[in-house]
């Protein structure tokens, strides 16, 4: 019972710091997104060295640069990472901080239809069920904006796709020794990246003053430490806890979004988000419902295991 209390207020704390980070890039959203994501990649590829240093784990990392099966999955995985981070940044810097909020309540339906169509796994009559009324809800959504929701969906394919990537790399592999191997591998992408932005415009994040340059180069520091809290929260909870704490980060975001960014909500765009969180209910449902009748040691079919890469 101790275990699961100090879990949950880990986990408690590192989904409540993920929905506070539309509000970390606002605060810099003066810098270019395509700028802030260098950043981001450069200095939490730093801060893990730091940490990998501390804690005397670079054996691991070598274990998986010197295995080519790993290496392999872990640059796709770091790439469908580096899009999620691009997409999140720039959806959230130029103000469409609700669409973000939206990849990921749709994030667990994008995860089912991947284990549909790539695991061969089978759906209940609910989560069927799910499925369609979140599909309806995703074009009400679409009609609302006038235009279809890329950043929605990219955010929730992206973190859909890495999930399942990890999923088949294994829960071995901890977290900071991954995250450090993804972001070395992303480095070559965002020095790529840092070098068209500087030939086109220069780099910006220096001349918004002293606080914004902080603020961008601490991005990388507040990339890590939930990833590190939630690692924590991982070892110590059940995968049903932490598939229902997942959806505090997106509440959270919406909220900011509506009431202290002041985004526009139509009446349509109300329906969309209703027949999505109607869908989160029921996939809830169901997956409480398999957890009382399944034999003890089991998981249920619904796959909530969240892959946080905000």
Same mark, same amino acid.
């Given at each position: 019972?101790?275990?699961?209390?100090?879990?949950?207020?880990?986990?408690?704390?590192?989904?409540?710091?993920?929905?506070?980070? #539309?509000?970390?890039?606002?605060?810099?959203?003066?810098?270019?997104?395509?700028?802030?994501?260098?950043?981001?990649?450069?200095?939490? &590829?730093?801060?893990?060295?730091?940490?990998?240093?501390?804690?005397?784990?670079?054996? /691991?990392?070598?274990?998986?640069?010197?295995?080519?099966?790993?290496?392999?999955?872990?640059?796709?995985?770091?790439?469908?990472?580096?899009?999620?981070? /691009?997409?999140? *940044?720039?959806?959230?810097?130029?103000?469409?901080?609700? $669409? %973000?909020?939206?990849?990921?309540?749709?994030?667990?339906?994008?995860?089912?239809?991947?284990?549909?169509?790539?695991?061969?796994?089978?759906? %209940?009559?609910?989560?069927?069920?799910?499925?369609?009324?979140?599909?309806?809800?995703?074009?009400?959504?679409?009609?609302?904006?006038?235009?279809?929701?890329?950043?929605?969906?990219?955010?929730?394919?992206?973190?859909?796709?890495?999930?399942?990537?990890?999923?088949?790399?294994?829960?071995?592999? /901890?977290?900071?020794?991954?995250?450090?191997?993804?972001?070395?591998?992303?480095?070559?992408?965002?020095?790529?990246?840092?070098?068209?932005?500087?030939?086109? *415009?220069?780099?910006?994040?220096?001349? &918004?003053? %002293?606080?914004?340059?902080?603020?961008?180069?601490?991005?990388?520091?507040?990339?890590?430490? #939930?990833?590190?809290?939630?690692?924590?929260?991982?070892?110590?909870?059940?995968?049903?806890?932490?598939?229902?704490? $997942?959806?505090? %980060?997106?509440?959270?975001?919406?909220?900011?979004?509506?009431?202290?960014?002041?985004?526009?909500?139509?009446?349509?765009?109300?329906?969309?988000?209703?027949?999505?969180?109607?869908?989160?209910?029921?996939?809830?449902?169901?997956?409480?419902? /398999?957890?009382?009748?399944? #034999? *003890?040691?089991?998981?249920?079919?619904?796959?909530?295991?969240?892959?946080?890469?905000?």
């Amino acid at each position: 019972m101790k275990q699961t209390r100090v879990g949950l207020g880990l986990g408690f704390t590192a989904y409540a710091l993920w929905g506070a980070f #539309p509000f970390y890039f606002t605060l810099i959203a003066a810098v270019s997104p395509f700028e802030a994501v260098v950043w981001r990649v450069t200095s939490t &590829f730093a801060f893990c060295v730091i940490l990998v240093s501390i804690s005397k784990t670079w054996l /691991q990392v070598r274990g998986i640069l010197a295995s080519p099966r790993l290496l392999g999955w872990f640059a796709l995985s770091s790439v469908l990472l580096y899009i999620n981070w /691009q997409i999140f *940044v720039a959806g959230v810097m130029f103000g469409h901080i609700i $669409q %973000t909020s939206l990849g990921y309540f749709i994030n667990p339906l994008v995860t089912i239809l991947i284990g549909v169509f790539i695991r061969k796994e089978k759906l %209940t009559r609910m989560q069927w069920l799910a499925v369609m009324i979140a599909a309806v809800g995703i074009i009400a959504v679409a009609v609302g904006y006038g235009r279809f929701p890329w950043i929605s969906i990219g955010l929730a394919l992206s973190f859909g796709f890495y999930g399942a990537v990890h999923k088949h790399v294994g829960a071995d592999i /901890q977290g900071l020794t991954g995250l450090t191997v993804e972001t070395f591998v992303a480095i070559p992408i965002a020095l790529v990246q840092g070098i068209v932005i500087f030939q086109l *415009v220069g780099f910006t994040a220096h001349t &918004f003053g %002293t606080g914004i340059l902080v603020l961008v180069m601490l991005s990388g520091l507040i990339t890590a430490i #939930p990833l590190i809290l939630f690692g924590e929260a991982a070892r110590r909870l059940p995968l049903s806890y932490v598939g229902f704490l $997942q959806f505090l %980060t997106p509440i959270l975001s919406f909220l900011y979004g509506y009431f202290i960014a002041g985004e526009e909500m139509s009446y349509t765009r109300w329906l969309g988000f209703v027949a999505v969180w109607i869908a989160l209910t029921l996939l809830i449902f169901d997956m409480v419902r /398999q957890i009382k009748q399944a #034999p *003890v040691g089991s998981k249920p079919s619904l796959n909530t295991e969240p892959i946080p890469l905000d």
